[in-house]
């Protein structure tokens, strides 16, 4: 990952300078400011994975492919603003959202109207020009155009699923089942999917020559496991992650009412009382560090904190199997073995 | 545009129905009856400059443009979508703003959490789908790849633009000059020319084998002048329309304070006592019928209602002209013309 690393942010510096230069019309000057806070961090994952699908299917080490893979961190910076004005959410990464740095201009120049509705129409935009642009780096990476034709319609897929895998999100916080399967399936459409299968899908249909039956096994046992298992170490980092590591305060996920698998996992397994008080506490806003603390307790006693660990565990297990039986070169083998580990560790 | 209108319609409605069935999964069924409302009115006028510009020069009548030219509402619709939620209008088109209708599905089931953020989520997705789907249908659409490559570049400026244009719009809002030029400016970026001069181009540059001058002559001479001539007859429906045909309550823009050209106009030719009451009086969004009638008449009284339609009668001059002047098939020349009186007319 870190020999991409470089590689995919001087793409995305790049592009992005193209569309908006930062010594052009001044007014466009915070847009260019936040779309590069949004672009300054992160694992990169989804273009590594695509880069060493792309690799596994024989495809050669061309400047092209950084370019079509880092467009999907435009995609994935545009989903974080959305995110982030649907949520109401203050800080990402641990800095402010974009929403809250749009506001806070508003407020800081004593402008006129509201300055939240300023902050959230001006990161809808945000979100708008880098989706956008996302599509627009994809199809303008220079790779072959018979290679961007077949891998469009997974292209097209992703980005929908994606969209409607948020809808999901929103129905199943306001009226879901909150079960641990309901969560899942919101979790493998609004995350999992676009964070590891179908980037990885992205690369082996762009390089491969025709689509070969193991590429599409290799997504589901490899990349939807690998998904799964991201989803539920997310869900364990945002009730127990390090704020220094996650950016967001301790027990945020809780604090937002998030109905996770991790969750769903420890309703199930409590006790009526324990139940009640999980109920009553979680999407309380002003939780402080004792319900926090409460809450925590209740998942680690459930059992729920060591069955999503486990999960974990099984989940990578069956991946790595999938990965081994797969005709990916062993480079990719290598460096998609070290991916999944990245994608699922303890550390953000 | 009654011949248009019905394979338009026809296109619109296939697509919408391959991404999201009618008797498909019930979850996204809500998001299919926003979708649907959205798509059902409006007057078909970019589809119908991008059509005419296709005919105009010299392409044949075959159905792929109308798909192409069809997506182009999908595009509209996604912008009207985020600019309600941006604006926290109510209504559209004298139905619920899809954000409202979101909202109310919530309250009506009595979910958790708040109705009013299920709503403003629920209409960003549906945003960012219709704007995802304007791209996939235009690419889609089955016209030749040559033409769909040289026409890209100006489809990807025309969005970028868009989003550009609106944050203007904010800011102009927000701390602008608000002067005629600055609201000409942002009327021009944000609505002028996605609505009449890119379409325009979008279709000459589909169907020219290369791209001549003449296009662009045309596309300036006439698509700028019609769409400043269409914004400026927005300006006076929305403080002068009649709610039946805007779908919008009487006065609408000056309850929400738009600073439009009319606006400026008015200030600048108003003498202090008058200036000083418009100021006071637009955007207070309890004007009531007493308000919106001390201001129409404030913009009648300083000339600026008549300016403004002198204005709209100078630019048709020139664009009909310019139109004259281009080798366009006759055809088109006599449907364009009948185009810029109808985006410009009185009548909504």
Chains 1, 2 share one sequence.
Not at 89 to 114: I, K, N, T, V, Y
Not at 122 to 138: H, K, P, Q, V
Request: net charge negative.
């Amino acid at each position: 990952m870190d020999v991409l690393r470089p590689q995919v942010e001087r793409s995305l510096g790049e592009f992005v300078e193209r569309k908006l230069p930062a010594g052009g019309d001044a007014a466009f000057a915070p847009l260019r400011t936040a779309a590069d806070a949004l672009l300054s961090g992160g694992k990169r994952l989804r273009p590594a994975f695509c880069y060493w699908g792309w690799r596994g299917a024989g495809g050669t080490d061309v400047p092209e492919i950084f370019t079509a893979a880092a467009s999907l961190e435009l995609l994935q910076a545009s989903a974080l603003v959305h995110d982030d004005v649907m949520d109401k959410s203050d800080l990402r990464r641990g800095m402010p959202a974009a929403h809250r740095r749009f506001e806070s201009m508003h407020e800081q120049s004593r402008w006129q109207g509201s300055a939240q509705q300023f902050g959230e129409g001006a990161a809808i935009l945000l979100g708008n020009l880098l989706l956008i642009w996302s599509g627009e780096m994809w199809r303008t990476s220079g790779l072959p155009p018979a290679s961007l034709e077949a891998a469009q319609p997974v292209h097209d897929h992703m980005r929908t699923e994606l969209m409607c895998g948020q809808y999901l999100d929103l129905l199943e916080q306001a009226n879901g089942e909150n079960t641990f399967e309901s969560a899942l399936r919101v979790a493998l459409f609004k995350s999992g999917k676009y964070s590891v299968e179908q980037p990885l899908r992205l690369g082996l249909v762009l390089a491969g020559e025709k689509r070969a039956p193991w590429m599409d096994e290799l997504c589901t046992g490899y990349g939807t496991r690998v998904g799964i298992a991201f989803q539920l170490r997310d869900d364990i980092l945002g009730v127990f992650g390090d704020p220094a590591q996650t950016g967001k305060p301790a027990g945020d996920d809780l604090r937002e009412g998030k109905r996770t698998m991790l969750v769903a996992r420890t309703l199930a397994a409590a006790s009526p009382g324990a139940a009640q008080n999980v109920r009553r506490l979680l999407g309380d806003p002003g939780l402080d560090e004792s319900g926090v603390a409460t809450l925590r307790g209740i998942i680690e006693d459930t059992g729920a904190l060591r069955e999503c660990e486990d999960l974990i565990g099984d989940y990578m297990g069956e991946a790595l199997s999938a990965l081994d039986e797969s005709p990916v070169t062993a480079e990719a083998r290598s460096a998609l073995t070290e991916l999944a580990i990245a994608a699922t560790s303890r550390k953000t």
